[in-house]
């Protein structure tokens, strides 16, 4: 059975004002029937890696078998969210978007609906999640973002602890990870 797309082209012309706020419990219905669907990414949260228009393969994914680095899709406020965990306990994951600075609040392990399986680019390239090398990358990523995370926090009007240029060399891993999906 041919995989089931969120936001396919027609989709878009039949329903020029159908919100964000749909895609979430349209998704957990898809995915709750079918097992795993296609999205396509609307925010640029994942830059470099995932950027919009990039369509996510997601699939059904245990707790118990989430770890650091992995990219999994939450609802947040109706809405779906694709970022990288960079921490996950008993009470639930952080994550955080490749192009953020900081980490989102905890995501309660009711509200992870999936994790991202692969990724397909607008000219039709697949790249597969599970597949060598991205297991290690995402990992690698996921320790990179968790490290960025703990150097940028600090009160609302403090000076950033993380200077601009460490910023962007915190950064570079990711750029280098996108050169594999080329």
């Known amino acids: 059975m041919p995989p089931i797309t969120l936001e396919p082209p027609s989709w878009r012309e039949r329903m020029p004002s159908a919100r964000g706020e749909v895609a979430a419990s349209f998704a957990l219905a898809v995915l709750t029937r079918e097992g795993a669907l296609w999205v396509r990414e609307g925010s640029p949260s994942m830059l470099p890696l995932i950027r919009p228009g990039d369509e996510l393969w997601l699939a059904p994914v245990k707790p118990r078998r989430i ?11 109706a809405r779906l969210i694709v970022h990288r965990v960079v921490a996950a306990d008993r009470t639930g994951v952080v994550a955080k978007g490749d192009a953020l600075a900081l980490a989102d609040p905890v995501v309660p392990w009711d509200r992870v609906v999936a994790r991202v399986v692969a990724l ?10 599970d597949a060598f090398p991205w297991p290690l990358l995402n990992r690698f990523l996921g320790w990179i973002a968790s490290v960025a995370c703990r150097l940028s926090l600090g009160a609302p009007g403090d000076a950033p602890l993380l200077p601009h240029l460490g910023w962007k060399a915190l950064r570079l891993p990711f750029y280098l990870a996108r050169l594999f999906i080329r």
């Open 67 to 77: 770890y650091r680095g992995m990219l999994v899709a939450y609802e947040r406020d």
């Open 120 to 129: 397909r680019r607008p000219g039709g390239r697949v790249v597969d999640f």
